[in-house]
Nanobody, 120 residues
Framework: QVQLVESGGGSVQAGGSLRLSCAAS????????MSWYRQAPGKEREFVSA???????NYADSVKGRFTISQDSAKNTVYLQMNSLKPEDTAVYYC??????????????WGQGTQVTVSS
């Protein structure tokens, strides 16, 4: 089973920065879309950012201009650089790997989540 290992969470003051990492443990014949979601206490999980298999990216309006998704193909790792953090960014952040590009490429894999806390 695919395993995603996340790291880089922590506690920072408003205006600070963090970089989250998500390392995938295996490859398959499928192509992959990589994305980040977050979930604050008492709220539903929400989309943050994605990098698709063709290299294109997408961001939630709430993080545009502050967050950047990138990847290191050699390390099979996806990053989320978070700058100008706000208290409302406080949440557990989850990495997701979505299979695409083939008949049997339909599975989603989630990381364990990493806590990001932004104080005011």
């Amino acid at each position: 089973q695919v395993q995603l290992v996340e790291s880089g969470g922590g506690s920072v003051q408003a205006g600070g920065s963090l970089r989250l990492s998500c390392a995938a443990s295996e490859y398959t014949y499928c192509s992959y879309d990589m994305s980040w979601y977050r979930q604050a206490p008492g709220k539903e999980r929400e989309f943050v950012s994605a990098m698709y298999s063709d290299g294109s990216t997408n961001y939630a309006d709430s993080v545009k201009g502050r967050f950047t998704i990138s990847q290191d193909s050699a390390k099979n790792t996806v990053y989320l650089q978070m700058n100008s953090l706000k208290p409302e960014d406080t949440a557990v952040y989850y990495c997701k790997q979505s299979e695409t590009g083939g008949r049997y490429c339909f599975r989603d894999y989630w990381g364990q989540g990493t806590q990001v806390t932004v104080s005011s």
